[in-house]
Each structure stands twice: as C-alpha cells, then as structure tokens.
C-alpha cells in the first residue's frame, strides 16, 4: 500500500475542526449530568418527574435523524455541524433555566432534535475530510467524543464541587463554547458535499461494489438490503454501550454482591477500552479493512461477554466488558462509513438513517433488557450483548472488504 501524500494545512484545520465538534458535542451534555440532583431540586420535582423530562432528549433525536440529510442538502454538513453546536448550547442553558418541567422536558426536547443533526453532519464532514485524507480517521473522530463526554463530566462535578450555580455554570460554558464552534466553521472544507466515488471491486459485501449492478430495481433492492444491514450493525454497536451505561453497575452489584465503588467500574472498563480502541482503530482498520475488524469485533464481544456470564465473578465481568467495548469501538463508525458511500441513495440519506437505528437501539435496548431482567435475571438480560457480538460477525461482510487507499 502506498503512502498517501502528506494533507495540506487547510485539510489538517479541517480535519481538527471536525474533531473540535465532536469534542464539544460531547462535553455540552456530559456537563450537565452530574448537575442534574441540583436541577431536580431547584425545581422541586420527583426522580420521576426529572426522568420523564430527561427522556424528551433522546425522544426529539429519535424523530429528528432521518430527516437531518434535508439539512445537508441544503446548507452542507459544516454550517449545519457548527450551527448546531450553537444551538445545542443555548437550548441545554436554556433548559437548565427553564421554571417548571414541562418547559425542561421542551427545552430537551429540541437539544435532542439538534443533537441528532449535529451528530450527522459532524459524521457527513469527518467523512468527507477521511475522503480527502485517503485513509481512516473517523474512528479517532469517535475516540475524542468519548474524551469530551469525561471532560464534560468532570467540569460539571467540579462546578457542583465549588458550588457553582447551575445556570450560570452552563451560559458561561455555552458563551464560551459557540465561540469555538464559531470558529471551527472557519477551518472546515468549503462548498458544498459531494460524495466521492469509490473505487470499484467488493467494496459492500460479497462481490459487491460502489458501482450500480444492472437495472435501477436492483440497485435499490441492494440499497435496501445493506441499508438495513447497516442499521443493524449499528444497532448491535449502541446494544453493547448501553448495557454497559445502563447494567453494568446493577449487574456487579446485585448479582455479584460488588461494592458500590466496584459496581462503577464495570462502565469504566468498556469505556476506557472503547475510547483506547477507537483512538487506535483507524491504523487497524486501515491494514486490515473494516470487514475483518468488524467481524473479529464480534467474536471478541461475544466470546468475553460469554465467558462472563458463563462463569460470573466480578474479575471476568470487567474482563468481559472490557472486551466488548474494544470489541464494538469501531462498528458504529463504520457502519456510517458504509452508508455514506452506499449508491443509489441522495446524500446523506444513507447516513442519516443509520444514525437513526443507532438511537432505535439506544431507545430500545435498556426496556428489553430490563424486561428480562425482572422476568428472569439480569444475567439472563445481558445475554443479548452475546447475540449482539454474534450478529455483527455475520453482519460484517457488508462492510469494505479491503483496507481504504
């Protein structure tokens, strides 16, 4: 494989400007979660109240990402990146600010709108940038929002530390932070996106490729089928995360008599090892081609998720989340990567629709496991994270078969 030549300045500033946006993208919200008992008691409501209005956050992305691709259309992935940024910052202030729940749960409500269509326009800009580089970047794009989600959580605990009020803590923040995103506009590639073509051969499956097979019907019974191949990758991807969010600390506790300080290490396992994963992935997948990564991510899950709930204790179950979170790092990435290039599709659209089954999975993952959990036991429930590991070993030979020149 041949070096690439060395990116000119302007596509090194963009390439760090699609990478501030994930950044920031991050730390908005995360700072904001270790405020959120101060918020509850500054409006006087229940865990339940609060809960139903936090909801509302990934209740407006749900219904905002496919329709975020109009957007790119219209005004191209940076404008709709950077702006926003801005506008995320200023409805999570808002919302902090708002004087009853109902006009919280409104103000999540739209940050969840606006954060679904940040989230595909900086993917759609760090996938044009990667274009440009001729090699991968986009899992390391990846990699520094999980940074930012640790940053943002650890101003948020620091103000609450100092007994920062909260409103003041967040408009400070978001002063600051769109003037950055101001910024980072500025760095990113101009004019308008234009989907590169790819290069022929088995590029999205077995004897696949970018170029359309004969007859418009086929093409977009092909779009169709690697489409929702696609999404379920994705889906497999945010079922793993949020077990380990969402059960992991209920799993060491509950079941393996963990302490509490034990219990929160089972999260901190997957996400340290995801975040190393990701901020490496892209030389692996570079050599090795994100098919093979996907699958061999899939039987690492699968295998340390196994193994884990064949043989509990707490040693092998952060073992197991550890594997797993290495093991999914790069499927979500590339599975918009995939969509992104998928032809027969308008721009955008293709990415747009993966982002959405990732949050279909979000939504949908803690109920089901939950379910089974007090059906059966939570044991029980994170077998799914075993058939997630399985899926994406099947599912993965949609992915590019060879490395990216």
Do not use: K
């Not at 991968?136 to 943002?152: D, P």
């Not at 101009?190 to 086929?218: C, I, L, Q, V």
Request: proline content about 6%; hydrophobic content about 55%; glycine content about 12%.
């Amino acid at each position: 494989m041949t070096t690439p030549p060395a990116p000119a300045a302007a596509l090194r500033r963009a390439r760090a400007a699609v990478a501030g946006c994930f950044f920031l993208n991050a730390v908005f919200y995360a700072s904001l979660v270790p405020r959120l008992p101060d918020l509850r008691d500054g409006l006087g409501i229940s865990n339940a109240t609060l809960g139903i209005a936090i909801a509302a956050l990934p209740m407006g992305s749900f219904l905002a990402a496919p329709l975020s691709s109009v957007l790119l259309r219209r005004f191209g992935s940076a404008v709709t990146a950077c702006s926003g940024l801005v506008l995320l910052a200023l409805a999570l202030s808002a919302a902090v600010s708002a004087p009853s729940w109902p006009l919280l749960a409104v103000a999540l409500f739209l940050a969840g709108i606006v954060d679904a269509l940040v989230d595909v326009a900086q993917n759609a800009h760090g996938l044009r940038v990667q274009r440009a580089y001729g090699r991968s970047i986009l899992n390391s794009f990846h990699g520094l929002w999980s940074v930012g989600a640790a940053t943002g959580a650890v101003l948020g605990s620091a103000a609450a530390a100092l007994a920062v009020p909260l409103a003041s803590q967040m408009w400070v923040t978001a002063a600051v932070f769109v003037a950055v995103a101001l910024l980072l506009q500025r760095w990113m590639l101009p004019g308008p996106d234009r989907p590169a073509p790819g290069p022929a051969g088995d590029e999205h499956g077995e004897g696949g490729g970018r170029a359309e097979p004969s007859g418009a019907s086929t093409g977009r019974r092909r779009a169709v089928v690697v489409l929702l191949a696609l999404g379920l990758i994705a889906v497999c991807g945010s079922v793993v995360e949020d077990a380990g969010s969402s059960w992991s600390a209920i799993y060491l506790r509950d079941e393996l008599s963990a302490s509490a300080g034990v219990a929160g290490t089972g999260y901190l396992a997957l996400m340290v090892a995801m975040t190393i994963a990701r901020l490496t992935g892209d030389r692996v997948i570079d050599r090795f081609g994100q098919r093979r990564v996907a699958r061999a991510g899939g039987a690492v899950t699968a295998l340390g998720m196994a193994v884990a709930l064949a043989w509990p204790s707490v040693p092998s179950t952060l073992v197991g989340f550890a594997l797993a979170g290495a093991g999914v790092a790069t499927l979500i990435p590339a599975a918009f990567h995939a969509a992104d290039e998928l032809p027969g599709l308008p721009h955008g659209l293709g990415l747009s629709l993966v982002n959405w089954a990732m949050r279909v999975g979000f939504l949908l993952s803690p109920p089901v496991i939950g379910f089974v959990a007090d059906s059966a036991s939570l044991r029980l429930g994170l077998v799914l994270t075993v058939v997630s590991g399985l899926a994406t070993l099947l599912l993965g030979r949609f992915l590019a078969a060879r490395p990216a020149r």
